[in-house]
């Protein structure tokens, strides 16, 4: 829960110059909200990342010398409680999908109204994350194709190419959150509909999220194990 | 055959082969031993006696061995038994055992040595022992031999009536004998054993070959001729047979003109001819000639089996050895021709056992025909052997083909199905892109226009240009929108709507009552359907929110069945004041628009208005059905 009396750091990485401006205008208007650095590129950010770790990190994707996902996967590595949100633009829910699967647990539409952008943050302080029916979407089909998305050809039934059984699964509830946010539902209407809190729906959303983060990590590290990438045997 | 020139070397040596053992056949001769004893004399007499004793009134006239009665003993002709009687002196050392060999009988022989017997080759009844040309040996005991002159009386049992003979006596020591007996035996018998062996084997390999390969004829008959050759080695290599002797004799020389009978349709087969008539008349001649054999009487029986069946065997060997040879000739092909020479060594030995038979020749070098059997064998073997191999590799070779052909026109397939992919795709791509141009043109192009216009003509009120700007953004969303992957699916696109319009209808103070049931997919619901639909809500939402003063706005799907059809029923609708009832509503375009969106994508479109609200509902069919039907479905209120 958002302590009421404390101000949160927020860390923002966004090249555009005006877009970056108005971000860090409308987040410094919320009371518990500063951001004390912004920065234009993705080693600036990490550098920031090292020094000072902040509560919040704002990052745009398309950095000029890299990429935003980078900046997210080093900031949830740093610390497990970081507040991480993608400025993403409407239209873009692939790229937010990646973002959560790197470990970002928010986004924020560039072109929102202001009040909606420290709101938001605010939000996801108090563990709510946001969600749209595309996003839902994206979500239930990467747990629906439980196996790892192997390269090409090597979706063979052997035995030990089955994916690690720690790899996490969306539970009924989650799964029944999700298709209703698909149809379109607020998370008030869905917690009604389920018979839940409405604050018990959007901390469903941030496991979901953090799920999907877990799963993209050991799938990765399975596929790198099956492409002789990485040597797992502990013997050594 | 394509490559018989590389088997050039290989018959060469073949034909040599052949030749060499031809020639060393007749040359062959079995070894004079050391220390033979001479003998005084030899005399003969046909008679009947059992015993020595029996022949004290007997007739006995000169004679030399080899020693043949029969066909040149015309006086006797009628008897088959007669008796030699030979005389030698006291050997003049006696520390040495002696023994007496008969190199070959026909057929059985008992031995008397001063009266006494010492050797018999078995029953002188009939079935009679048969020696043809196994020798009989038996040993002097020393106590017999007196000082002077000694008797030696041999008691000989023929084939038949004027035929039998006794080829020599042979008195030397048993040692040198034993090596003698022991060489005829191993070269008279023994090898005949093997050959006979080999050729079961090659008949029975044959005829298997043939019974998994029925179509192969030539194998079955090949097989079948070795056995039948197998069957009539019996002849020589059985001594004490179980049965009569007609009927033994009957099968020897019966099994002669069916090996004929096998031949002669494995030539047919083998030099590529069919000739089934041909091959008929003569195998049922042939088996008719054989079984009158068995009707005859004994004296006719053997003179029509050695003058006439042999001469009419002899003939079709040669019809089998001349087709062979001509054969051979015309289609210059070295397995007829290597055929042919050993068709000319069978007939040779044939020739030579008939002069035998005929008695034109010696007995004492025995038959020869059973010799015959290796050098076919090789040569038959090699054949079979040569033309399995090639087969084998011909099917190589087809697999091979085959497999380059497949992996051929697999290639093509895929580079014709990569052509058609790319042709599709690009059609997509010009489709797709057609139709965004065209969306973008219809919607946010047309919007910008008129904003540029209202700048253009000095109109800037910013509150306009900022809607009008928004309703551009509004646009291009939906369009975005679209294209997401969540474009095929309902109700995402429903989600994704209410999202875009959530703020808009906040601002404004309306609820969006949320009624979204789940429902089927819906067929062919691609991108441009879920645009349609999307600007037709769009615009709804549009009008009510300039015009209708609602306070809610509802939205709902269901899968409703009428008349058989299932079909997904979206309705949208305001608590609105209407259209009728407010004059400052423009009914004409705003609606034009929907139901020209709507026929575009085939949905029928439905709208109600009343002072209670305004109401659009949207069929959108789940089977798909014909244009036709729609059309007239989506009739107007």
């Known amino acids: 829960m958002v302590n009421s009396s404390k101000v949160y750091t927020v860390l923002l990485v966004e090249d555009d110059g005006p877009t970056r401006e108005r971000l860090a205008k409308a987040v410094n208007k919320h009371d518990q909200l500063q951001v004390p650095w912004q920065f234009a590129t993705l080693k600036e950010g990490l550098n920031q990342l090292e020094n000072t770790p902040p509560d919040v990190v704002l990052t745009d994707l398309g950095l000029p010398d890299g990429h935003g996902i980078d900046l997210i996967r080093r900031a949830r590595q740093l610390s497990e409680t970081m507040e991480i949100m993608v400025i993403s633009v409407f239209g873009d829910e692939r790229n937010v999908v990646s973002a959560i699967e790197a470990g970002a647990t928010g986004y924020l539409l560039k072109d929102g109204p202001a009040d909606y952008i420290g709101e938001s943050i605010i939000d996801m302080l108090n563990g709510s994350s946001p969600i749209s029916a595309s996003i839902a979407r994206h979500i239930l089909k990467c747990f629906r194709h439980d196996a790892p998305h192997l390269p090409e050809g090597k979706e063979t039934k052997q035995p030990e190419k089955t994916p690690p059984a720690d790899i996490p699964k969306l539970t009924k509830r989650e799964t029944d959150v999700l298709e209703y946010i698909t149809r379109g539902f607020t998370f008030n209407e869905v917690a009604g509909i389920l018979n839940l809190s409405p604050h018990t729906v959007t901390s469903h959303i941030k496991h979901i999220y953090r799920k999907l983060e877990v799963k993209s990590r050991s799938e990765a590290v399975f596929e790198a194990v099956q492409l002789g990438l990485v040597d797992i045997r502990t013997d050594k | ?637």
């Open chain 2, 1 to 637: 055959m394509k490559n018989h020139a590389q088997f050039t070397t290989g018959w060469a040596l073949a034909y040599l082969f052949v030749v060499i053992f031809a020639l060393s056949s007749f040359t062959y001769s079995i070894p004079e031993p050391d220390h033979r004893i001479d003998v005084l004399s030899v005399e003969y007499t046909p008679s009947t006696a059992t015993h020595p004793d029996e022949l004290i009134n007997a007739n006995w006239e000169p004679a030399a061995f080899p020693h043949h009665w029969g066909n040149t003993d015309h006086q006797n002709t009628s008897l088959d038994e007669a008796w030699y009687r030979v005389m030698m002196a006291a050997p003049a050392q006696t520390d040495e055992l002696l023994g007496i060999l008969l190199p070959s009988i026909t057929m059985n022989a008992a031995i008397f040595f001063n009266g006494i017997e010492i050797g018999r080759g078995g029953q002188f009844q009939d079935p009679v022992a048969r020696h043809w040309v196994q020798p009989l040996l038996a040993n002097i005991p020393a106590t017999l031999i007196q000082p002077g002159t000694n008797e030696i009386l041999i008691r000989v049992k023929g084939l038949h009536a004027g035929h039998g003979s006794l080829s020599d006596v042979i008195i030397a020591p048993q040692s040198e004998l034993y090596d003698m007996h022991e060489t005829i035996e191993f070269l008279r018998v023994g090898v005949v054993q093997m050959i006979t062996a080999v050729l079961i084997a090659m008949g029975l390999l044959s005829c298997l070959l043939w019974s998994i390969r029925r179509q192969e004829t030539i194998y079955g008959y090949f097989g079948l001729a070795n056995l039948i050759w197998a069957v009539h080695n019996l002849n020589v290599l059985v001594r004490d047979i179980p049965i009569p002797t007609r009927i033994w004799e009957w099968i020897a020389y019966a099994t002669i003109g069916y090996f004929g009978i096998a031949m002669m349709h494995y030539t047919h087969r083998f030099v590529g001819q069919c000739l089934p008539q041909r091959e008929k008349a003569i195998t049922l001649f042939m088996l008719l000639a054989s079984l009158s054999l068995l009707t005859l009487p004994e004296d006719l029986f053997y003179f029509a089996a050695e003058q006439v069946w042999y001469l009419i065997v002899f003939i079709l060997g040669a019809y089998v050895i001349i087709k062979l040879i001509v054969e051979g000739w015309r289609q210059k092909h070295n397995e007829i021709q290597a055929l042919a020479l050993c068709g000319v060594l069978i007939l040779i030995y044939s020739a030579h056992d008939i002069m035998v038979f005929l008695g034109f020749d010696g007995w004492e070098r025995g038959l020869y025909l059973h010799y015959a059997a290796p050098v076919l064998l090789g040569v038959f073997g090699s054949i079979l052997i040569r033309r399995f191999v090639a087969s084998v590799a011909e099917t190589e070779v087809l697999n091979r083909e085959l497999e380059q052909r497949v992996e051929e026109k697999s290639k093509q397939l895929e580079i014709n199905f990569r052509r058609l992919n790319k042709l599709e795709n690009e059609k997509l791509l010009a489709q797709e892109r057609e139709r965004i141009t065209r969306d973008m043109h219809d919607g946010m192009g047309g919007t910008l226009v008129s904003t540029l216009a209202m700048v253009e003509s000095g109109n800037t009120e910013a509150g306009r240009i900022k809607e009008s700007l928004r309703g551009a953004l509004s646009d291009m969303r939906l369009m975005i929108d679209s294209l997401d992957s969540a474009g095929g699916d309902l109700l995402t696109m429903l989600g994704m709507f209410r999202e875009r319009v959530t703020p808009q209808l906040h601002n404004a103070g309306l609820t969006f009552d949320w009624q979204v049931k789940l429902v089927p997919d819906i067929p062919e619901f691609g991108p441009e359907k879920a645009l349609q639909i999307m600007r037709i809500l769009q615009e709804f939402v549009t009008n009510t929110l300039k015009h209708a003063q609602a306070r809610t706005i509802t939205l709902s799907t269901e899968t409703r069945e009428e008349a058989g059809q299932r079909a997904v029923i979206l309705t949208i609708r305001d608590d609105g004041t209407g259209i009728q009832k407010n004059p400052h509503r423009p009914t004409g375009y705003g609606l034009n628009n929907m139901q020209k969106r709507a026929k575009l994508i085939n949905v029928a479109l439905q709208l109600d208005s009343s002072d209670q609200g305004t109401r659009i509902i949207l069929t959108l069919p789940l089977e798909t059905i014909s244009d036709n039907t729609l059309g007239t479905a989506a009739a107007p209120a």
